[in-house]
T-cell receptor
Framework: DVKVTQSSRYLVKRTGEKVFLECVQDMDHENMFWYRQDPGLGLRLIYFSYDVKMKEKGDIPEGYSVSREKKERFSLILESASTNQTSMYLC?????????????FGEGSRLTVL | AQSVTQLDSHVSVSEGTPVLLRCNYSSSYSPSLFWYVQHPNKGLQLLLKYTSAATLVKGINGFEAEFKKSETSFHLTKPSAHMSDAAEYFCVVSISNTGKLIFGQGTTLQVKP
């Protein structure tokens, strides 16, 4: 079974703190994604990566950065957390382009910024 | 521009009755369409996908969806709801030339005993 693991399920941080969200997949997938999920808004793409050290902005990249130093690991970074970044963050991976295949999701990281 | 609209934010059915979750899409290209399900405190799981083969697509757990190009719809159905179907469902369209996905706003399905 494909497994996408998000190391932190629940986090509480203070405004201005730096936050790291880690995601690891075990199926040698090229493409990895970070989404943000908010009620009534569905999932919105923050960043994606199609190869090691490669990254592309999604629809809402402001306030976020990413790192992909190894193929299996894709990190989302909030340089200075703000209260409007309180949300559920979902990581996903896929073997090729996401146009026709199946995305595999982690269980999510719920971040609260006070 | 590509977009997807789920017509109901919340659907409530009784156990054993049919389920209909509605989705309309807009796409300049021949789209790929997906339905994903998210159970409470879980990640999303693929239910089914349409990628220009048969217009009636069968998925897991008895769900199916029909691609209707003339109506730009991809509604999700199930003949008989089960309590375990209670979850949030997302309709998703693929932007063919980029491989990016656009998610609908989600429909919460409640199943009453």
């Amino acid at each position: 079974d494909v497994k996408v693991t998000q190391s932190s399920r629940y986090l509480v941080k203070r405004t201005g703190e730096k936050v790291f969200l880690e995601c690891v997949q075990d199926m040698d997938h090229e493409n990895m994604f970070w989404y943000r999920q908010d009620p009534g808004l569905g999932l919105r793409l923050i960043y994606f990566s199609y190869d090691v050290k490669m990254k592309e902005k999604g629809d809402i990249p402001e306030g976020y950065s990413v790192s992909r130093e190894k193929k299996e690991r894709f990190s989302l970074i909030l340089e200075s957390a703000s209260t409007n970044q309180t949300s559920m963050y979902l990581c996903a991976s896929i073997v090729g382009a996401s146009g026709t295949g199946e995305l595999f999701f982690g269980e999510g990281s719920r971040l609260t910024v006070l | 521009a590509q977009s997807v609209t789920q017509l109901d934010s919340h659907v409530s059915v009784s156990e054993g009755t049919p389920v209909l979750l509605r989705c309309n899409y807009s796409s300049s290209y021949s789209p790929s369409l997906f339905w994903y399900v998210q159970h409470p405190n879980k990640g999303l799981q693929l239910l089914l996908k349409y990628t220009s083969a048969a217009t009636l697509v069968k998925g897991i757990n008895g769900f199916e969806a029909e691609f209707k190009k003339s109506e730009t719809s991809f509604h999700l159905t199930k003949p008989s709801a089960h309590m375990s179907d209670a979850a949030e469902y997302f309709c998703v369209v693929s932007i063919s030339n980029t491989g990016k996905l656009i998610f609908g706003q989600g429909t919460t399905l409640q199943v009453k005993p």
